[in-house]
């Protein structure tokens, strides 16, 4: 047609033009469509990064007071013959520091309620630190109680009716006396990321928490990595092609689609009930999470062993290499990167799991941090829930700064994948 | 030989045509050449033999059209087998007709010298040894246009009759300059017309041979070519 | 006879042949790939396969080391013979001759590593050398051999996968020739190569022929007559002409050879 100069079209007629026209404001449409999405899913993320934050930061700050302690042997019941170092630590950590508080909280604030019921602890272990402030006064910082950690960060409504405000107007009077005579100050709250859980608001910490996490997804690595590299390589190199491995691979894609509640009754039956491991032990939630974690690791191995370029794999194999070579010295270089962040992936989402744990019995209440995977322990997300359902009202701000801490880590973890990757693929 | 079918690339099929088609006229020019230059010769038509002379200047063209034409076939489209060994052919033969161009031109020069003598003793022989030739050069052209090795294969057969005659007309002639040393200078010229004649002879056999090969992609048999059997070389 | 393997008079099935196939099938699951192939690779030639895409002719090269033995469905009839041992004898350790009978693929394959690393590779694992000394003069050695020394001499440390195709596919060849092979497969080997790349790695063959016994498929007819001194015709699995490569590309006997040689495949 071209060549017989018969071409009729008029690529400058106005319908023609009109076409152009409305294809330009059709995809400019559909480019403003995007950007917009775009901006309400930013918007979401950014509204619940405030929340959380606005809501959480408060967490990581306390109230603590100014107490003039006198270290009296004789209140403590320490005996001043106990002359031996080790005798004397023995009995330092024995001694009864409450009567010490409460007393010199009565006689400076006029109200021993006002100090943390908890707040001899820290007393006392500054002491065994330092055995030798024993008969010395000293002016220390104590822990204060919720209601002057709300006072201090000035939550408490002043305009509501006293009796509706949660703080009795004593208590209020109080806190303006210390605040006036600098007694009363907000610091970090060190022990939120020092300690494990309390039933007091203003002393529960995360640790143990975040320890308990560590050594589940540890476990869970531990097993699933490997597990799921080799599975992957065998299913990718070496199965056969027949009805087994066809039902093998259904299976493990839908194993990877089965609600983690499911996986949770599968470790309540097989490891406590079948096996009856240790409940709550980071071991047991490990294992659980391994399993549900496998089948996101041996897809994403698979992919990535897919998407190697056969033209190395047949570059190794005609020179010689052998079917182990091949697979160690080409394959799985190259697929590393992918491996990873399938891993990264799989370990991101157990790390954030809680429905399993709470069937295993990771839910328990633990004030301690464990010290092994055997021991009692619970998890950040677990943490979290727990802290959702206390009435106190300064857990409110520690399940933000828990979410906040429980972010942070998946943050990094999502850092460390994006390093790792870029690492392993940069290297040619 | 099955008649080959064609190109994928159908502009190859339109070249080799093409190509095919100015051999094939330069091959028509050249034999009315010979056939215009035997008919001036015997006629003493001296305003034939100029035109002869004159016409030859197209062959002349045309050979550098087929040159160029061929070369150009082969860095366009890099020919093979049966291809390449037509386009070559085609090279080789637009040289031979160029050549059979020129011995015609030959003859028709030396009409002017001859009509000047009384000699006239040679015509019937050189008119009969022109048919042969010309026949010869006719089926070489029409093995070439046809592709056809079994006439390539009788025009190469032939050359010995010719050269058989040329052998026989050649003594006559220098009998007859042994004779009569008054005629060595006519003679001399009809020599040397019968030589054209029976190179070009040559030259026919020459394209037979060149139209075998790029049908068949073989050689004829070597065959020892007539040439000066005599071993006489003569000074003109 | 358009079916008939045609060759030519100068091609003897001689004794002294490098490998030698006789009767060669491969199928691909039902589908039959390469019919009844019958050919002899002699050392002092480098031998080409032409033919059109899907004649069969890269799955039969890939016959010569076994390179079909990776696709599950592939299975192969006939013998081949390297040195007059039957190559798919279960004796025959596989590893062993992909050393013997090298490889170089269309596709430029540097491994993702160093242009060191590259040709080190195969001889390491094949325990070729053991001291550092014995392998820096195999990879100055081959790389020389691949007419690759004097560009990457001084970095070596580089990555293959950074240099030109033509580069590259000069590396895979020195890769092949750093286990000192005795056959030397090639697979389209310029597919992917400019014209100047690919006169290079001519260039290379052409240098190569003698030491190795050289079997290259390749598309471009020319390519076949410019570095091969024996030709195989191959059309819909079967091999149509075997023969020396001057005669298949000035006068081929078989029909379908000629009009695939001439552009007239119908």
Known sequence: MSQSGTRKLDWQSKEMQARVRRRYVRERRFRRVGLGAVIIAASFLAFLLFTITSNGIGGFRRAELALDLNYDPAILGIQASDSSEEAAATAVSRADFRPLLASAAQAQLGDSSLVSEGAWLAVRDQVVEDPSLIGTTQRVWVVGAPNMDILAKG???????????????????????????????????????????????????????????????????????????????????????????????????????????????????????????????????????????????????????????????????????????????????????GILTGTIIGLSRALGETAPLLLIGMRAFVSDVPEGVTEPATVLPVQIFLWSDEVGRGFVEKTSAAIMVLLTVLLSMNAVAIYLRNKFERRW | MAPPNAHIVKSFDDDLRALRSIIGEMGGLARSGLDRSIQSLLSFDMELAERVIADDRRIDDLEMEVEAFAISIIARRAPMAQDLREVIAALKIGALIERIGDYGKNISKRVASISDSKYRGAGSGVERMGQMVSEQVDDAMRAFLDRDPYLARAVNDQDEAIDDFYESLFQTLLGEIAEDSELTAPATHYIFIIKNLERIGDHATNIAEMVHYSATGEYLEARAKGGDATGLTLPL | ?????????????????????????????????????????????????????????????????????????????????????????????????????????????????????????????????????????????????????????????????????????????????????????????????????????????DDLRGNYAIVIVTHNMQQAARVSQRTAFFHLGNLVEYGGTEAIFTNPRADRTRDYITGRFG
């Not at chain 3, 001689?14 to 050392?43: C, L, N």
């Not at chain 3, 002719?57 to 592939?74: G, P, V, Y």
């Open chain 3, 1 to 205: 006879m358009p079916d008939a393997t045609v060759v030519h008079d100068e091609v003897v099935m001689a004794d002294g042949a490098k490998m030698t196939a006789r009767d060669v099938d491969v199928f691909y699951g039902e589908k039959q790939a390469v019919d009844k192939v019958s050919i002899d690779v002699d050392s002092h030639y480098v031998t080409a396969f032409i033919g059109p895409s899907g004649c069969g002719k890269s799955t039969f090269l890939r016959c010569f080391n076994r390179m079909n033995d990776t696709i599950d469905i592939a299975r192969v009839g006939g013998r081949i013979e390297l040195d007059g041992k039957d190559i798919y004898d279960p004796k025959m350790d596989v590893v062993q001759l992909r050393a013997r009978v090298g490889m170089v693929f269309q596709k430029p394959n540097p491994f993702p590593k160093s242009i060191y690393e590259n040709i080190a590779y195969g001889p390491r694992i094949h325990g070729l050398a053991s001291a550092k000394a014995d392998m820096d003069e195999i990879v100055e050695r081959s790389l020389t051999r691949a007419g690759l020394w004097n560009e990457v001499k001084d970095r070596l440390d580089e990555s293959g996968t950074a240099m030109s195709g033509g580069q590259q596919q000069r590396l895979c060849i020195a890769r092949a020739i750093a286990v000192d092979p005795e056959v030397i497969l090639m697979d389209e080997p310029c597919s992917a190569l400019d014209p100047i790349a690919t006169a290079r790695i001519e260039e290379l063959i």
């Open chain 1, 155 to 337: 939550q408490v409504d002043f305009d509501l009716a006293p009796d509706r405000r949660g703080v009795s107007t004593a208590t209020v009077a109080a806190y303006r006396t210390l605040r006036e005579e600098g007694r009363i100050r907000l610091a970090f709250n060190s022990g939120f990321l020092t300690q494990a859980d309390s039933t007091n608001s203003e002393l529960a910490g995360i640790w143990g928490a975040l320890i308990g996490s560590i050594l589940t997804m540890a476990i869970t690595l531990g097993i699933s990595f490997p597990l799921g590299v080799m599975t992957a390589v065998y299913l990718e190199e070496y199965a056969p092609k027949n009805k087994l491995t066809d039902i093998i691979e259904v299976s493990i894609n839908n194993l990877a689609a089965v609600p983690s509640i499911i996986f949770g009754l599968l470790g309540l039956a097989v490891f406590l009930n079948t096996f009856g491991m240790q409940r709550s032990a980071p071991v047991v939630g490990g294992l659980t999470l391994a399993l549900m974690t496998l089948p996101v690791i041996v897809i994403s191995s698979r992919v990535a062993l897919k998407s190697v370029p056969p033209s190395i794999r047949d570059a190794a194999l005609g020179i010689g290499a052998s079917r182990l070579q091949v697979i160690l010295h080409h394959l799985i270089p190259v697929a590393l990167p």
